[in-house]
């Protein structure tokens, strides 16, 4: 049986994304927002998710690829009369001292060889998949009516042919624009390759300003291309993922909608931003955060929609899931869930906000009140169990990484006090920390030399890789060195991959390793000095990606891809893995 993955690549311009398969069939794309119904939705839906693809007549062989240091798809067609490429392209370049990200994909029919006969289709749903618009056909577009605004197909392909799906001979470049609201009013093809070519530099010269490390070059700028695709710039909200639904086994019925901001990955987000000098987006952030916190007297959701909506209600859909995997989801009632790690993440990622001279940040004194609210939340909550990062939802604990947040906010809160010269604040944390410690040493099992997953519990858990890599633990101690040999025996797989626990949860045992799990693995293991193994490890690991170097969320012990995808956190977690091994390296790097 084939090994499992997505192959798929995607497109977005930070208002939207757009998946597209190896056979240019738009799979999924949501609009105006990330957690908006989709208008193509086939990746749940064969038959209700609608369709928008461009495929050759009769057998043809694919392969996708992405322009160099670009968010620009291309997907190459070989055929027996000849060869053709889709270029994919959501448009996204400055103008007018702003940036230009319409709700508009754009896709470039590009003739390479001979005349291969082609077939286009375009069909768009609303309300997921419930609603079928009339199609209306205007003088060189077709309008889809009836759904919740204007969509519009401007092409120079006979209309015809599109609305009857008849193949037609492609015997010079076609162009198509998808358009939702505004609809495309200047010249199609001159602005079709204005975008395309202002979209490629675009993304060329963002990566141009990104710090990236000698070592594992290539994965960490197309980690850095997922991630900035996942900021929704309106708001600076980063998402999870862009997909809901998809399963984290195959019959798992571990099926979430994981297109909302977690604040629990905010710490290790941001971290990424700040070590690759994107410093844009790692304010961005920060602004989405203070108006939520702001707006918070009681305490902190784990997540908030892109525009820090509080309720997500959760429901299931009348689809058929992806391969068949129910229920489909959207919303998620994680929203409801107690997670009090989340404020010791707010509190460490605001630190760099603060110490860092690059960042010129003028509203430090702004932030000062939340430093303070952070401090009483973690005071609050220390002896609270909660659902703990892996969001159980009938088992609540005092979970070891919820203690270590608080400690770590301790420590950030501290370091902001002495620089803001606020004796009284230095005073609380180190106070407030000193309780951190001795609740998380309670923890600790000295017979097995490890840390456990909660107080009074006794099972492990991969999230207290990150008692080393947080500085917790000293990485050259044998404390830590025991600790992390205790995990690797018993959640570390052959390959490297790790489990996020192996006991029985809501759902059963889990079959897939949770991604992000070993790339905090290769963290510590570089950060206790077993830089080879870390390297060897990794090495490994980033052969699970898709053939696009995208990562999903879990991997099955074959290599399979589940879970939603992208997920930000897995390229989050290689882009903090492969930063902390070159630092121990100390490899120059002559940019």
Same mark, same amino acid.
């Given at each position: 049986?084939?090994?499992?993955?997505?192959?798929?690549?995607?497109?977005?311009?930070?208002?939207?994304?757009?998946?597209?398969?190896?056979?240019?069939?738009?799979?999924?794309?949501?609009?105006?927002?990330?957690?908006?119904?989709?208008?193509?939705?086939?990746?749940?839906?064969?038959?209700?998710?609608?369709?928008?693809?461009?495929?050759?007549?009769?057998?043809?062989?694919?392969?996708?690829?992405?322009?160099?240091?670009?968010?620009?798809?291309?997907?190459?067609?070989?055929?027996?009369?000849?060869?053709?490429?889709?270029?994919?392209?959501?448009?996204?370049?400055?103008?007018?001292?702003?940036?230009?990200?319409?709700?508009?994909?754009?896709?470039?029919?590009?003739?390479?060889?001979?005349?291969?006969?082609?077939?286009?289709?375009?069909?768009?749903?609303?309300?997921?998949?419930?609603?079928?618009?009339?199609?209306?056909?205007?003088?060189?577009?077709?309008?889809?009516?009836?759904?919740?605004?204007?969509?519009?197909?401007?092409?120079?392909?006979?209309?015809?042919?599109?609305?009857?799906?008849?193949?037609?001979?492609?015997?010079?470049?076609?162009?198509?624009?998808?358009?939702?609201?505004?609809?495309?009013?200047?010249?199609?093809?001159?602005?079709?390759?204005?975008?395309?070519?202002?979209?490629?530099?675009?993304?060329?010269?963002?990566?141009?300003?990104?710090?990236?490390?000698?070592?594992?070059?290539?994965?960490?700028?197309?980690?850095?291309?997922?991630?900035?695709?996942?900021?929704?710039?309106?708001?600076?909200?980063?998402?999870?993922?862009?997909?809901?639904?998809?399963?984290?086994?195959?019959?798992?019925?571990?099926?979430?909608?994981?297109?909302?901001?977690?604040?629990?990955?905010?710490?290790?987000?941001?971290?990424?931003?700040?070590?690759?000098?994107?410093?844009?987006?790692?304010?961005?952030?920060?602004?989405?955060?203070?108006?939520?916190?702001?707006?918070?007297?009681?305490?902190?959701?784990?997540?908030?929609?892109?525009?820090?909506?509080?309720?997500?209600?959760?429901?299931?859909?009348?689809?058929?899931?992806?391969?068949?995997?129910?229920?489909?989801?959207?919303?998620?009632?994680?929203?409801?869930?107690?997670?009090?790690?989340?404020?010791?993440?707010?509190?460490?990622?605001?630190?760099?906000?603060?110490?860092?001279?690059?960042?010129?940040?003028?509203?430090?004194?702004?932030?000062?009140?939340?430093?303070?609210?952070?401090?009483?939340?973690?005071?609050?909550?220390?002896?609270?169990?909660?659902?703990?990062?892996?969001?159980?939802?009938?088992?609540?604990?005092?979970?070891?990484?919820?203690?270590?947040?608080?400690?770590?906010?301790?420590?950030?809160?501290?370091?902001?006090?002495?620089?803001?010269?606020?004796?009284?604040?230095?005073?609380?944390?180190?106070?407030?920390?000193?309780?951190?410690?001795?609740?998380?040493?309670?923890?600790?099992?000295?017979?097995?030399?490890?840390?456990?997953?909660?107080?009074?519990?006794?099972?492990?858990?991969?999230?207290?890789?990150?008692?080393?890599?947080?500085?917790?633990?000293?990485?050259?101690?044998?404390?830590?060195?025991?600790?992390?040999?205790?995990l690797e025996k018993l959640l570390k797989t052959e390959q490297g991959l790790f489990y996020r626990y192996?006991?029985?949860? +809501?759902?059963? !045992?889990?079959?897939? *390793?949770? /991604?992000?799990? =070993?790339?905090?693995?290769?963290?510590?293991?570089?950060? #206790? &000095?077993?830089?080879? +193994?870390?390297? !060897?490890?990794?090495? *490994?690991? /980033?052969?699970? =990606?898709?053939?696009?170097?995208?990562?999903?969320?879990? #991997? &099955?012990?074959?290599?399979?891809?589940?879970?939603?995808?992208?997920?930000?956190?897995?390229?989050?977690?290689?882009?903090?893995?492969?930063?902390?091994?070159?630092?121990?390296?100390?490899?120059?790097?002559?940019?």
């Amino acid at each position: 049986m084939a090994v499992h993955r997505y192959n798929m690549g995607i497109v977005g311009n930070c208002s939207y994304m757009a998946y597209i398969d190896t056979t240019a069939n738009v799979k999924w794309m949501c609009m105006p927002r990330f957690d908006s119904t989709f208008l193509f939705g086939s990746l749940l839906d064969s038959k209700k998710g609608g369709v928008f693809s461009v495929t050759p007549e009769g057998d043809f062989e694919t392969r996708q690829y992405y322009i160099s240091n670009t968010n620009v798809l291309a997907t190459e067609f070989t055929t027996a009369q000849g060869k053709f490429r889709v270029l994919d392209c959501a448009p996204r370049f400055s103008q007018f001292e702003r940036f230009f990200k319409p709700l508009m994909l754009v896709r470039k029919i590009e003739l390479l060889q001979g005349n291969p006969a082609v077939k286009v289709k375009c069909q768009p749903v609303g309300a997921y998949g419930a609603d079928i618009p009339e199609t209306v056909m205007g003088s060189n577009h077709l309008r889809f009516l009836n759904l919740d605004m204007q969509a519009r197909l401007t092409t120079d392909i006979s209309l015809s042919y599109i609305l009857d799906q008849q193949p037609f001979v492609l015997d010079q470049n076609c162009y198509l624009v998808f358009t939702y609201g505004e609809p495309l009013e200047a010249p199609l093809k001159a602005t079709v390759e204005d975008f395309i070519n202002k979209t490629v530099r675009y993304w060329q010269t963002w990566i141009k300003s990104t710090y990236v490390p000698d070592l594992y070059q290539e994965q960490v700028i197309r980690s850095a291309l997922v991630l900035k695709l996942h900021q929704y710039e309106d708001t600076g909200g980063i998402i999870a993922s862009g997909t809901t639904s998809l399963p984290e086994h195959h019959g798992s019925v571990r099926t979430w909608d994981y297109r909302y901001c977690w604040f629990r990955d905010s710490y290790y987000t941001l971290k990424a931003f700040n070590e690759m000098g994107h410093f844009d987006e790692l304010e961005g952030y920060f602004e989405y955060i203070q108006n939520i916190l702001m707006r918070e007297s009681d305490r902190m959701q784990p997540l908030y929609s892109v525009t820090g909506n509080k309720t997500l209600e959760e429901t299931h859909l009348p689809l058929e899931g992806y391969l068949g995997n129910q229920p489909v989801r959207v919303g998620n009632k994680a929203y409801l869930q107690i997670q009090n790690d989340v404020y010791g993440q707010v509190l460490v990622g605001l630190l760099p906000l603060f110490i860092d001279k690059r960042l010129s940040f003028t509203k430090k004194h702004s932030y000062k009140p939340l430093v303070d609210r952070l401090l009483t939340w973690i005071e609050k909550t220390f002896f609270e169990p909660d659902a703990g990062l892996w969001e159980f939802r009938t088992v609540t604990q005092v979970h070891t990484y919820t203690l270590l947040f608080h400690w770590a906010g301790c420590k950030a809160a501290i370091k902001i006090g002495k620089i803001m010269n606020d004796t009284d604040l230095v005073y609380r944390a180190t106070r407030l920390e000193k309780i951190a410690t001795e609740n998380i040493e309670k923890c600790y099992d000295p017979a097995l030399g490890v840390y456990k997953q909660a107080l009074d519990a006794d099972h492990l858990d991969a999230s207290t890789l990150k008692m080393i890599t947080m500085g917790y633990l000293d990485p050259a101690s044998d404390k830590a060195k025991r600790h992390l040999e205790a995990l690797e025996k018993l959640l570390k797989t052959e390959q490297g991959l790790f489990y996020r626990y192996v006991h029985q949860d +809501d759902f059963g !045992k889990p079959e897939a *390793t949770f /991604l992000v799990c =070993a790339f905090w693995y290769v963290d510590a293991l570089a950060c #206790v &000095g077993r830089v080879e +193994d870390a390297m !060897k490890t990794l090495d *490994t690991i /980033l052969t699970f =990606a898709n053939h696009l170097g995208i990562f999903s969320e879990d #991997v &099955g012990l074959d290599g399979s891809q589940w879970g939603n995808f992208p997920q930000t956190y897995s390229h989050v977690g290689l882009i903090n893995a492969v930063f902390r091994i070159s630092k121990k390296l100390d490899v120059p790097n002559f940019k």
